[in-house]
Every structure is written in structure tokens, then in C-alpha cells.
């Protein structure tokens, strides 16, 4: 089993920048892969990025030229650097860890809200 935890959500203002981070522990071993996925209010649950245990990186298009997912494989941390946020990108961010096609391990969720 492994745990998540999430840090780094909060308010901010349209254009501006958020960081983040997911630390993992427990029963980490190679192959797999983190990321992050978020929900906003209404809506479904969707992928955002995930980067695999090799440094192989995916994110959602839409989202490419303003989220960049990277990792500190020492501290099994992942980060999710948003950059130009927008209000629509207002919603809880949800860190996992997945082996296979299904996500084992999800955080808990943290909550970013971009709004003047």
C-alpha cells in the first residue's frame, strides 16, 4: 500500500502561479507511475499529468503550455508546477500513484481556487 500526501493548494489571483507537491510512502517499487488529477465543482473527475518511474512525462493537452509535472525520485515526490492560471482551472487536485491501468493510491485531495 502507499500513502500520499498532497501539499501546496490555495487561493489565487487569475495569472498567477501555484506549486504541488505529492509525497509518497509505503510500498514503492518500480514499475509506476504518479500524478495528479482534479475535479472541479459539477464536474468529473480528469487526469491532468502523471510521470512514470522513468521520467516519462504526460499531461493533458489543453493544459501543456501552463502545467509542468517533475519529481524528486530521492523523496518519491512529485510536483505540479500551474503557471497562468485561470478560473476554470478552480478545483481539488487529487495526487496517484498507479501501477497498471488502475489507480492504486489516492491523496486526499488539496483545494485550488483562482479568483481576483
Known amino acids: 500500500q502507499v500513502q500520499l500526501v498532497e501539499s501546496g493548494g490555495g487561493l489565487v489571483q487569475p495569472g498567477g502561479s501555484l506549486r504541488l507537491s505529492c509525497a509518497a510512502s509505503?510500498?514503492?517499487?518500480?514499475?509506476?507511475?504518479m500524478g495528479w488529477y482534479r475535479q472541479a465543482p459539477g464536474k468529473q473527475r480528469e487526469f491532468v499529468a502523471t510521470i512514470s518511474s522513468g521520467a516519462t512525462t504526460s499531461v493533458k493537452a489543453s493544459l501543456k503550455d501552463r502545467f509542468t509535472i517533475s519529481r524528486d525520485a530521492a523523496k518519491n515526490t512529485v510536483y505540479l508546477q500551474m503557471n497562468s492560471l485561470k478560473p476554470e482551472d478552480t478545483a481539488v487536485y487529487y495526487c496517484i500513484f498507479q501501477r497498471g491501468l488502475e489507480v492504486d493510491s489516492w491523496g486526499q485531495g488539496t483545494q485550488v481556487t483562482v479568483s481576483s
Open positions: 509505503g510500498s514503492i517499487f518500480r514499475p509506476y507511475n
